[in-house]
């Protein structure tokens, strides 16, 4: 086989698979999209952005944002894909009584159970993970929603 028929098998795979995990330049533009959200609403606020993998794919941090801000939104991150829900809706669910009550003791104190993190999905795969910090729970919240809403119409993701 030639490169060219390698380019053309990848191609086809790749078409009937559907794209697998976010990319660097999608996490550029949704982190760009989301700092121009923070600063509207005086955040500083640093955003992660993980792959299908839970790696981290990229992470930016505002001007004088909180040192603390970026393990947060890194770990948030790493939760939402882990998990594949909101860190919000884990807050619910790790509530004393609830179901996973604890779970924040977990992979290394890595998940985190409050607002911030939401995945981003398409085609019901999760292909990555956004974690924001920097605010309060419902700012950071608000601009997690806000950059999931981005990616949905920007990538034409579900």
Avoid at 14 to 25: A, N
Avoid at 60 to 88: G, N
Avoid at 133 to 145: K, P, R, V, W, Y
Wanted: aromatic fraction near 6%; charged fraction near 20%.
């Amino acid at each position: 086989m030639d490169e060219q028929q390698i380019k053309q098998i990848v191609t086809s795979v790749i078409g009937k698979v559907g794209q697998t995990s976010i990319t660097l330049e999608q996490a550029k533009f949704l982190m760009e999209q989301i700092e121009k959200k923070a600063e509207k609403i005086g955040v500083k606020a640093v955003i992660a952005i993980f792959d299908s993998g839970a790696n981290p794919v990229a992470v930016h941090c505002m001007e004088d944002s909180f040192i603390a801000s970026y393990d947060v939104a890194f770990q948030k991150a790493y939760t939402v894909v882990a998990l594949k829900m909101s860190t919000i809706q884990l807050k619910g669910l790790s509530q004393p009584g609830g179901p996973l009550y604890g779970i924040q003791n977990t992979n290394q104190g890595r998940i985190v159970i409050f607002g911030g993190g939401e995945p981003l999905v398409h085609n019901g795969r999760v292909l990555g993970g956004l974690g924001v910090s920097g605010g309060t729970e419902e700012q950071d919240t608000a601009l997690a929603e806000y950059g999931k809403q981005i990616a949905k119409e920007a990538f034409s993701w579900q």
